[in-house]
């Protein structure tokens, strides 16, 4: 009996993981002509994000934001992974370090 309750609490931990890791949405942004592309994205307020910043320069860039404490370097015709925890409904702003004058953006969680 207390075997069959351990593995009952094993497998409904599992599926619990499981559905926690998919629930992980997943948002692109690209970095072309030394911008970031949307420069506007819109995510779910309340969840954990899942960034993939695509580099299409052949120059490497940042992916920095003091607002959501992450800082990144993706080099050129490359790609990066940047989880971003749950936020609270708001603007956080972005921005490349390597031509900050033009590569800005700014994530909406609503």
Same mark, same amino acid.
């Given at each position: 009996? /207390?075997?069959?309750? $351990?593995? +009952?609490?094993?497998?409904?931990?599992? +599926?619990?993981?499981?559905?926690a890791?998919?629930?992980?949405?997943? *948002?692109?942004? $690209?970095?072309?002509d030394?911008?970031? !592309? &949307?420069?506007?994205? /819109?995510? &779910? +307020?309340?969840?954990?994000?899942?960034?993939?910043? /695509?580099?299409?320069?052949?120059?490497? =860039?940042?992916?920095?934001? %003091?607002?959501?404490?992450? !800082?990144?370097? $993706?080099?050129?015709?490359?790609?990066?992974?940047? *989880?971003?925890? &749950?936020? =609270? &409904?708001?603007? %956080?702003? %972005?921005? @490349? !370090?390597?031509? !900050?004058?033009?590569?800005? @953006?700014?994530?909406?969680?609503?």
């Open positions: 009996m /207390v075997r069959t309750l $351990v593995t +009952a609490s094993i497998l409904a931990l599992s +599926a619990a993981a499981s559905n890791m998919a629930e992980v949405k997943e *948002f692109t942004i $690209v970095i072309k030394h911008k970031f !592309e &949307p420069a506007k994205l /819109v995510v &779910p +307020a309340g969840q954990k994000v899942k960034l993939l910043v /695509v580099n299409q320069d052949p120059t490497p =860039e940042e992916f920095e934001s %003091y607002d959501l404490y992450r !800082e990144k370097i $993706v080099s050129g015709n490359s790609k990066v992974v940047i *989880f971003l925890d &749950p936020m =609270e &409904p708001g603007e %956080y702003s %972005y921005f @490349g !370090e390597f031509h !900050e004058d033009t590569a800005q @953006g700014t994530i909406v969680a609503q």
